[in-house]
C-alpha cells in the first residue's frame, strides 16, 4: 500500500524561464543564472521583483569542482539583490534542482515562506571533457567507481542488460536520438538545435566542399549506425546516445497557492512530488528498472491522486538514451520491456500520443547538471500553457505533466507533477 | 518592523547524537555518519528504528573536494538501511547542516514527512593542511579571495577592525580560547580536551625530559602571548584562535510536535529558526558585525516570541575566536563593542550568566564543517535535557538554548531556537 502524503498548503508556480543551454566561455554562474532569472521575470504575468521573494533555493551538483568555487547561494542571493534574503543550496548529482523544487515547495507549505524562487545551475566546458568526466564519475556510488565504471560505461551495461532482456537493439535507442534532435529544432535555447538528417547532409556537405569521397549514407538511421559518424564510447553507448558536457541555468517562482492569482490567472499547481533513494547497481538484482524512479513516481502519483495514464506528457532524465527507455517504463507509461517498442512506433514523439521530451531532452537541450531538474519544470511551464511555440504538443487540453529526474545510476530520484486547472 | 514567520506545524527534537570529532585515519563519513546515527538512536528514549524514519537530509560542504566522493545522500541513505527513503545534501559553506535542519524542519511543518532524519559530516584530515585551506577558501566570496584572503586573514581583518574600534587586544580573544579549552575537557567528544593550562605543563615537561632550558611562562596567558608557544597565523589571529581540522558527524531526529510523546517524555520544542545571506565583506560598512546573523536572528527570535535575553545559554560559531565575539553580540547577548568586556568578566563561562560554547566550541570540540551546525544542537539538547554530565550548565531551570552557524564570512547564517517546556 502506498502512503499517500499530503502538504498542509498548495503551491503554485507562476513564473519559470531559463538561460541558453550550451558551451559558454564567457559566461559564468552567476551570468547564466542571471539571464534565466530575467526569463522568469519576464513570464510572471502580473510582475515581481527582488523585493517580493522570500527565499531562493538553488540546485547544483558541484561547481566548487568545476569552477573552483562554493557557497553559491550567498554569491547569487547578492547578485540577484535578495540579501539578506536566505539562500540554500540543494545536491543530489544530476537531480540536484529538483531536489532543489521539493525543498522550496516544503518551504512554502510548511507555511514559513509565501514567494520563493528555486532554480539550478551548472557551469562546466571550462574544465577539459576528462576533468568533466572525472567529476562526474564523483557521483556515482563507490563501488561502481572501484569497479572502474565511469557513466557512459555504467549506462552500456543497463542498455546490454536491457537487450539481453527484451531483444532491443543499439537501432532502438536511435530512435530517442532521432526524436530528441527534431524536438531541439524547435527549442531556441537547446544546445543542438540540428536533426540528424542536418547533421548528416552538413557532412555531406563538409566532404563535398573538400573534394573528399562523399558519405554514402542512405538515410538518418544509417548515418546513426556508420561507427565513424557515431562511434562507440562504452558500448553500445555511441556518441549520439550520449548527452553533451553544457552550461545553463534554469529557475521557478513558486507562491503559496491562495496567492497565486496575485501573480497570474493562469497558474499551475504543484500536484505531486515525489523522491526516493536507491542503492549500487552494483547491488541491484535488475539493472533494467530503477528502485528509486518507481518508489519516487508512486509518491508523486499518490500526493496527486492520479495515475501514470493521466499524465499527458513528460520530461524525463535523458542523460542517455537507454536512460529515457527506462524511465518511461518505470513511471508506468509503458510495460516493462514495452519502451523501446513504444518509442520505435513513434508514440513518444511531439505528435504521437505520450510526447517524451518535447524541449529536447538531456541529449539535445542540454544537460548543465544542476539546472536541469528546474528546466524540465520550465518546459512543463511553456507546454501546460500552450506557450512552447513551434514545439507546442498539439492538445488544447493539456492539464497534467511530469518531471523525473535522476542522480548518479538512480542513487536519487524525483518525480514532479504539474497540473493546470 | 520584523515580520513574525509561522510554521503551520510544530516541530519537536527527539534524539540527538555525534560522533567523536577528530582527525580519524581511519575512519570516512559513512563510518562517522554511523557513529552518530547509532549515538542518535541511543538517545531516543522509547526507541526508533530505520523503518519509522521518512527522510534523511544531510549537510556537507565538500566531501567532493574533501573525499574526492559526492552525492553522499544516496551513500548513506543506503549504509543507514533506509532505500529508498530519501537523502537530500544541503550546502551552505561551513553552515551547511543548520541549513538541512531547517530543511527538515519545513519537510515535516509542511505536512508531507513525520519523522525525519537530518545531519551534517565532514571528512577532512585525508587531504593536507594546503588541500583543506584551499578548499575551505571556495566558500569565501569571489572578491575576497581575489584579494588573497584565506579564512584566516579574512577573520585577521576582521579582529583589527573590532581593535580598532572598540580598543580589545589580542588578550582579550585569548579569553575566549582559555574557556573553550576548559570547556572541551569535560566533553568526552571533543577534539581537544586540555586545558591551556595542561598544553603549556606538557610542553614544560617534555622540555625538561629532552634537557632542554624550561619554557618561563608565568601562567596560561603568558604561555598564549609567547609567539613560539602561539605563532601568529594571520595577525592578529594566533594558532590558538582557530578552529583546527576535523573529522565528524551529527544528527538529530525531528518529529511533528504532536508525535513527539512517542518518542520521548521530554522532546524539546523548535521555538525559532532564522537564516539570512550576506554581502562580500569587500561590501561591508562595518567589519565589525555580520548583517547575516543579525537578520538570522530576528527572524528566530519573533518565531519563538522571545527577546536575546530569553536565551539562557547558546553555542556560537567560533571558527576563529573573534568570531565568537561578534556573533554574541550580533544575537544580542551584549551590546556591540562589549562582547569581549564579557567574555573577559567570565560572563560566557559555563558558570557565568550567559554561558557560550560549553560543548568547547569549533575551536576545541573541532570543527569538521559539515557537521558542526548539527553537533551545536546536539550540544542544546544535552543541556536542555540536563545530561550533559560534568559540563552541565548548573541551572535546573535551563528552558531556551539558541545556537548560530555562519558560512563564508557570513554569506550565509542561521539561528536555530530550541525550548524545553
Known amino acids: 500500500m502506498i502512503r499517500q502524503r499530503k502538504l498542509g498548503r498548495g503551491v503554485a508556480v507562476v513564473g519559470a524561464g531559463m538561460s541558453r543551454f550550451g558551451m559558454f566561455s564567457d559566461l559564468d554562474a552567476k551570468d547564466l543564472f542571471i539571464e534565466a532569472y530575467r526569463a522568469m521575470l519576464a513570464s510572471v504575468d502580473k510582475g515581481v521583483g527582488?523585493?517580493?521573494?522570500?527565499a531562493l533555493y538553488l540546485g547544483n551538483f558541484s561547481n566548487d569542482f568545476f569552477a573552483e568555487q562554493s557557497h553559491w547561494g550567498a554569491i547569487l542571493s547578492d547578485a540577484l539583490g535578495l540579501v539578506p534574503k536566505p539562500a540554500s543550496r540543494v545536491?543530489?548529482?544530476c537531480a540536484s534542482s529538483a531536489l532543489a523544487v521539493r525543498e522550496a515547495v516544503f518551504a512554502i507549505a510548511s507555511g514559513f515562506y509565501d514567494i520563493v524562487l528555486v532554480g539550478g545551475f551548472e557551469d562546466m566546458s571550462k574544465r577539459t571533457t576528462e576533468e568533466v568526466a572525472a567529476g562526474l564519475a564523483l557521483a556515482a556510488s563507490p563501488d561502481e567507481r572501484a569497479a572502474g565504471f565511469t557513466f557512459p560505461g555504467v549506462f552500456g551495461a543497463v542498455a546490454t542488460a536491457y537487450f539481453q532482456r527484451y531483444g532491443a537493439t543499439c537501432a532502438d535507442l536511435w530512435e530517442v536520438t532521432i526524436k530528441s534532435h527534431q524536438n531541439a529544432v524547435l527549442n531556441p535555447k537547446a544546445?543542438?538545435?540540428k536533426s540528424i538528417q542536418e547533421i548528416m547532409d552538413g557532412k555531406v556537405e563538409k566532404s563535398?566542399?573538400?573534394g573528399l569521397p562523399l558519405p554514402q549514407w542512405q538515410d538518418e538511421r544509417a548515418f546513426l549506425a556508420d561507427a565513424r559518424a557515431n562511434?562507440?564510447?562504452?558500448?553500445?553507448?555511441h556518441l549520439f546516445d550520449c548527452s553533451p558536457i553544457s552550461d545553463g541555468a534554469a529557475c521557478l517562482l513558486l507562491v503559496g497557492e491562495e496567492l497565486a492569482r496575485s501573480f497570474t490567472d493562469d497558474p499551475l499547481h504543484v500536484a505531486g512530488i515525489g523522491q526516493a533513494s536507491g542503492r549500487s547497481l552494483s547491488?541491484?538484482?535488475d539493472l533494467t528498472s530503477l528502485e528509486a524512479s518507481r518508489s519516487a513516481a508512486r509518491e508523486a502519483y499518490a500526493m496527486a491522486g492520479l495515475q501514470p495514464s493521466d499524465v499527458q506528457f513528460a520530461e524525463v532524465h535523458d542523460c542517455f538514451?537507454?536512460?529515457?527507455?527506462?524511465?518511461i517504463e518505470d513511471l508506468g507509461f509503458f510495460p516493462a520491456g514495452e519502451g523501446y517498442r513504444a518509442v520505435t512506433r513513434?508514440?513518444?514523439?511531439r505528435d504521437g500520443p505520450m510526447p517524451i521530451n518535447t524541449s529536447g531532452g538531456l541529449k539535445c537541450k542540454g544537460h548543465p547538471v544542476g539546472a536541469t531538474g528546474s528546466a524540465q519544470l520550465v518546459e512543463l511551464w511553456e507546454q501546460l500553457r500552450q506557450s512552447a511555440g513551434p514545439r507546442q504538443i498539439e492538445n488544447p487540453d493539456l492539464r497534467v505533466g511530469a518531471a523525473h529526474s535522476m542522480g548518479g545510476t538512480g542513487g536519487t530520484c524525483a518525480v514532479t507533477i504539474l497540473e493546470r486547472r
Request: hydrophobic share 35%.
Open 191 to 193: 544546445q543542438y538545435r
Open 91 to 93: 545536491e543530489g548529482a
Open 231 to 237: 562511434p562507440a564510447i562504452a558500448w553500445p553507448m
Open 346 to 349: 513513434g508514440e513518444t514523439r
Open 321 to 327: 538514451s537507454i536512460a529515457e527507455i527506462l524511465h
Open 50 to 54: 527582488p523585493e517580493d521573494i522570500d
Open 208 to 210: 563535398r566542399s573538400r
Open 283 to 285: 547491488q541491484a538484482d
